[in-house]
């Protein structure tokens, strides 16, 4: 079974400009999750898709948005990029809950110059 | 407000020796508790996994042990082997659809 991928690996913006990232879960799982992984704060839930809703989300500005699509993949955007947005952004997919074994992509590193 | 707290950033441990992370919480209605491992450039791997009914889990050379009352996970690895030098992350939900809330991360570091 394939993992989970992300797309793209590494991107560089600049501040003010938007970007979106996509994430395609394991075959079968309908949860998707999204992490931001920043030096020394670990990783700050940002939002999580099942069936196509938010089902629920961190505590992150409405710059940050995401959604999920009918075959489960999901797509997450950030839009007036600033400096600190610079950070390894995580996405995991489960089953169905989060008490399921999580299954998290190999991440896309964006750095905001 | 750091609700899942790793208060050692990094740990060295001899290979072959045992070795003990650390994980405290603040939220009493936490009662699933889970360890991933993370190695540069790949995303976190789950490791094990505890409900709050039980104080131990054993899985191999991992146990994780709950200690409710004093709000207190640690994962046990005997004997310490090369390749578990890698970050480890404690994390945690309120359970059902709840979300998991992480820790900030322990280095590892096996010392051949």
């Known amino acids: 079974k394939a993992g989970v991928t992300q797309t793209p690996r590494y991107l560089i913006k600049t501040r003010g400009q938007q970007v979106t990232l996509s994430c395609s879960p394991i075959s079968g799982h309908r949860s998707v999750s999204w992490y931001q992984q920043t030096p020394g704060q670990g990783l700050q839930f940002l939002f999580e898709y099942f069936s196509e809703t938010q089902r629920n989300k961190g505590n992150f500005p409405g710059r940050f948005s995401g959604r999920q699509f009918s075959n489960s993949r999901s797509e997450m955007n950030v839009s007036t990029l600033e400096l600190g947005d610079s950070a390894l952004y995580l996405c995991a997919s489960s089953q169905d809950s989060f008490n399921n074994e999580q299954f998290f992509g190999p991440g896309t590193r964006l750095t905001v110059l | 407000d750091q609700q899942v707290k790793q208060n050692s950033p990094s740990l060295s441990v001899q290979e072959g020796r045992i070795s003990i992370l650390n994980c405290d919480y603040t939220?009493?209605?936490?009662?699933?508790f889970l360890w991933y491992k993370k190695y540069p450039a790949e995303g976190p791997t789950f490791l094990i996994s505890?409900?709050?009914?039980?104080d131990k889990n054993e899985d191999g050379r991992f146990t994780v042990f709950l200690n409710k009352s004093a709000k207190h996970l640690s994962l046990h690895i005997v004997p310490s082997q090369p390749g578990d030098s890698a970050v480890y992350f404690c994390a945690a939900s309120a359970g059902g659809n709840e979300k998991l809330t992480f820790g900030t991360g322990t280095r590892l570091t096996i010392i051949p």
């Open positions: 939220n009493s209605m936490f009662d699933y």
């Open positions: 505890i409900s709050s009914i039980k």
